[in-house]
């Protein structure tokens, strides 16, 4: 079993910054590869990025060069930093455990509670 707890959204104004934390419990997490997805309101969830077990990434084309997530496996923690913000950007962001390499949220199988970022123009 793996718990998973997002923190660090928050209302930022566009252009802004804000770094969100998932932090991981239960299972080995360094194991674990790990996402980020994001839902905004009247929206499909939508795939954030990606980092893998040996920490490889993989983002979306919507925040790719803008984003940047990374893990810290000693503190069982995974980040995401949010740079350039844009109103579009919000949404409330949630954080998977243990999906492989798929980028498709059905295929993760812990969910955090979710943490909302609000973009201001």
């Known amino acids: 079993q793996v718990r998973v707890v997002e923190s660090g959204g928050g209302l930022v104004q566009a252009g802004g910054s804000l770094r969100l934390s998932c932090a991981g419990s239960?299972?080995?997490?360094?194991?674990?590869?790990m996402a980020w997805f994001r839902q905004a309101p009247g929206k499909e969830r939508e795939f954030v990025a990606h980092i893998s077990w040996s920490g490889s990434t993989y983002y979306a084309d919507s925040v790719k060069g803008r984003f940047t997530i990374s893990r810290d496996n000693l503190k069982n923690t995974v980040y995401l930093q949010m740079d350039s913000l844009k109103p579009e950007d919000t949404a409330v962001y949630s954080c998977a455990a243990a999906g492989g390499t798929t980028i498709q949220a059905s295929g993760y199988t812990y969910w955090g509670q979710g943490t909302q970022v609000t973009v201001s123009s």
């Open positions: 239960g299972r080995t997490f360094s194991n674990l590869a």
